[in-house]
C-alpha cells in the first residue's frame, strides 16, 4: 500500500521570511489583524447559528485563514476573486464589510446579496469579489471567464480561484485548466487541500495526492505552499500573480491547509473520518497564534498592541452582530427579483 498522505511533507522548501518580501511593519500586523478577524468573527457566526440566528448551510474557514490572506493581500485593487462556499474569511480578507457579511449571513435585506443568497453567497462587485458558488467547482470556469476578459480587454489584471482539493476531481476543473493553458490565461488557481472533501480523505479519492501536479497534464506552472503560514502563502501567490500579469500564464498553486471544524456546521468535529489525536496535533500549527507569536518574538507586535488589537475586533464583531440582528428581513415582493421567468 502506498504511504500515507502527512501534511508536514515535503518540508524541503526554505522558508523566506518577510524580509525578503519587502514587507513592512504595518503590512505584517495588518496579515495578522485580519487573520484573527477572520478566527472571531467565524467563531462568532458559529455561536450564532447555534441560536438559530443564522440557517442554511454555514461551512466555516477556521484554520484556513492564512490561505485567505496571504493570497488576497497579495492583489491590487483591480484584480478578481472567486471563492467556494467558505468563503466568509475570503469576504473578510478582501476588505468586505463585517456588517454586511453578518447580514447577509442572517438572511437579512441588508446583507450584501440582499439576505437571499446566505452564507454561500458573499459578493461584492465593487471589490471584484465575484462569490460565493456552492457547487463544488462550479465556479471555476467562471475565474478563467474574467481572465478571458481582462486579456480580451488589454487590461493587466489577475484572477485568483479558491477551491478545495475535492473539486480538482472534478471534470470542470480540468476542463477549465486545458483552456487556461492553450489561451494563455492570467488566472492562479488555488487549491486549498485541507485533507477533506466532507469526511473523505485525499488518499481515498484521489490517485495522486500532490494536487498542484494535476497541471502537469496541462503543461502549466504549478507549485505547493504550507498554507498555515500566511508569509508563505503571500510569498507563492505574489510570485504567481505577478507571473500572471507579466506573461499571462496561468497557475496552479495547492495550499496544504486544515480545517479545525467539521464539514459544515451541521456535522461533527472529527466524525467517523479523522481522530480527536489528528485535529489536535494540526493545531500546533494552528496560523494565527503561530504568526502572532512570530511578531511578538521579533518585537513587531507588543502584548499590549494584541490586546488592543482583540479589544477592537470584539468590538467590530459584536456591532455587525447588532447590525445584523436589527436589519430587515428581505420583503416579501423582492422574492420575484433576479429570477428569470
Ligand atoms: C457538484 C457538487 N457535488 C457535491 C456537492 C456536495 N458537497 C458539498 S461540499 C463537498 C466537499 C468538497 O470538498 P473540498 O472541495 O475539498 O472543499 P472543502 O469543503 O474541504 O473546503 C461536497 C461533496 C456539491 N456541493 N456540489
Ligand atoms: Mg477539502
Known sequence: MATVLSMKEPKETKKIRWKDLGLSSAQLIDFYKRMLLIRRF????????????????????????????????????????????????????????????????????????KGMGGSMHMFDASKNFMGGYGIVGGHIPLAAGTAFGSKYLGKDSVTICFFGEAAANQGVF?????????????????????????????????????????????????????GMDVIESYRAVKAAVDHARQSNEPTLLEARTYRFRGHSMSD??????????EVEEQKKSDPVPRFGEELLHAGILTQKAVDDMEAEIKTIVNQAVEF??????PPADFLRENVYS
Open 174 to 226: 480540468h476542463e477549465t485548466l486545458n483552456l487556461a493553458a492553450l489561451w494563455k490565461l492570467p488566472v492562479v488557481f488555488i487549491c486549498e487541500n485541507n485533507r477533506y472533501g466532507m469526511g473523505t480523505a485525499v488518499e481515498r479519492a484521489h490517485a495522486v495526492w500532490d494536487i498542484y501536479q494535476k497541471a502537469s497534464a496541462y503543461d502549466m506552472k504549478r507549485g505547493w505552499f504550507d
Open 42 to 113: 467565524e467563531e462568532r457566526a458559529a455561536q450564532e447559528y447555534g441560536k438559530s440566528k443564522i440557517g442554511g448551510f454555514c461551512h466555516l474557514y477556521i484554520g484556513q485563514e492564512a490561505v485567505g490572506v496571504g493570497a488576497i493581500e497579495a492583489l491590487r485593487e483591480d484584480d478578481y476573486i472567486f471563492s467556494a462556499y467558505r468563503d466568509h474569511g475570503h469576504a473578510l480578507a478582501r476588505g468586505m464589510d463585517p456588517k454586511v457579511i453578518m447580514a447577509e449571513l442572517f438572511g437579512k435585506f441588508t446583507g450584501c446579496s
Open 268 to 277: 461533527p468535529i472529527h466524525g467517523h473520518y479523522r481522530t480527536k489525536e
Open 324 to 329: 445584523a440582528d436589527q436589519s430587515p428581513e
